[in-house]
């Protein structure tokens, strides 16, 4: 049973840090590329941070770099989003995504934790 599970989102005050966590099981964790997106209502998910397979590359939207950096850990099955200098816009439901490598189709997708920026 494939299984994505966020875990780490919260309330944190601008400026503040969070570290988002996805824990991964029922399926190759190594042949996927992880990716983490965000929602707010009303609008479509975007696409937050990317990290290749092996972890040997990354990319992050414009709105991120300098702030969040992804991670994984192979042996662990975990993908981890740290989050730095938090601002209001970065409010909304942040999910983990598992891609394959070389089949396009084949992905899945967490719950999502939501993630609240406010004083």
């Known amino acids: 049973q494939v299984q994505l599970v966020e875990s780490g989102g919260g309330l944190v005050q601008p400026g503040g840090s969070l570290r988002l966590s996805c824990a991964a099981s029922?399926?190759?964790?190594?042949?996927?590329?992880m990716s983490w997106y965000r929602q707010t209502p009303g609008k479509e998910r975007e696409l937050v941070a990317l990290?290749?397979?092996?972890?040997?590359?990354?990319n992050y939207a414009d709105s991120v770099k300098g702030r969040f950096t992804i991670s994984r850990d192979n042996a662990k099955n975990t993908v981890n989003l740290q989050m730095i200098s938090l601002r209001p816009e970065d409010t909304a439901v942040y999910y983990c995504?598992?891609?394959?490598?070389?089949?396009?189709?084949?992905?899945?997708w967490g719950r999502g934790t939501q993630v609240t920026v406010s004083s």
């Open positions: 995504k598992a891609q394959h490598t070389s089949f396009r189709l084949l992905n899945y």
């Open positions: 029922g399926f190759t964790f190594s042949s996927y590329a």
């Open positions: 990290i290749t397979a092996a972890g040997g590359s990354t």
